[in-house]
């Protein structure tokens, strides 16, 4: 079955930039989506289609995806960004999420 | 205004059968293009799709557990439900619906509160 993987963590300081990488066979030929979810609460819908954002989404978060990989980026990190963050994908259909990236704003 | 809202047992018993709905308003599942979402979430891990369901009745559903869900609509009573057999301590979880508005591509737009389910004799 189809497989996403993303880094464990990824650590950054605020007001930095923050890239969150999500790799999958031949993902750039899917669309990825990309979801935040802060601690006990339900994720909410950042990017769909690749790159664009979803309503009410600050512009802060850009995304793309090429090749093997798909990245999140971050600019100007604020400690209101500390969350899990999947990647997530269809293959024929099938939903696949991402293994998750927990942001830590130190 | 979007909503959806899971309901269902806090705990099941191992090798039991589990449903679950998904109540929702402010939008139709008669609606072409549209679709409702289940997803769950392990304690501490992370997000699992597990099935959808269109307007039009096409099902998908994970491909490990396919053999264990079962998903279904009411539309005329803005439910989805989930069902999931033999139940086993693994599939403790919060789980989650989920709608996809009928924008080709456009991603899981709303989600409900969740709903935990714990596996335990």
């Known amino acids: 079955s189809y497989q996403l993987t993303q880094p464990p963590s990824v650590s950054v300081s605020p007001g930095q930039t923050a890239s969150i990488t999500c790799s999958g066979e031949?993902?750039?030929?899917?669309?990825t989506f990309w979801y935040q979810q802060k601690a006990g609460q339900s994720p909410i819908l950042l990017i769909f289609?690749?790159?664009e954002r979803h309503s009410g989404i600050s512009e802060r978060f850009s995304a793309s995806n090429s090749g093997n990989t798909a990245t999140l980026t971050i600019s100007g990190t604020q400690s209101m960004d500390e969350a899990d963050y999947y990647c997530?994908?269809?293959?024929?259909?099938?939903?696949?999420f991402g293994t998750g990236t927990r942001v830590t704003v130190l | 205004q979007v909503t959806l809202r899971e309901s269902g047992p806090a705990l099941v018993k191992p090798t039991q059968t589990l449903t679950l709905t998904c109540y929702f308003s402010?939008?139709?599942?008669?609606?072409?293009?549209?679709?409702v979402n289940w997803i769950r979430q392990p304690p501490g891990k992370a997000l699992e799709w597990l099935a959808r369901?269109?307007?039009?009745?096409?099902?998908y559903y994970n491909t490990s557990l396919r053999n264990r869900l079962t998903i279904s609509k009411d539309t005329s009573r803005s439910q989805v439900v989930l069902t999931m057999t033999n139940m086993d301590p693994v599939d403790t979880a919060t789980y989650y619906c989920?709608?996809?508005?009928?924008?080709?591509?456009?991603?899981?737009?709303?989600w409900g509160p969740g709903t935990t389910v714990i596996v335990s004799s």
């Open positions: 989920a709608r996809m508005p009928p924008r080709p591509d456009y991603g899981m737009d709303v």
């Open positions: 402010g939008f139709s599942l008669s609606t072409p293009g549209v679709s």
């Open positions: 369901i269109y307007w039009d009745d096409d099902k």
């Open positions: 031949k993902l750039g030929t899917k669309y």
């Open positions: 289609q690749d790159t």
């Open positions: 997530q994908a269809w293959d024929n259909k099938i939903g696949v």
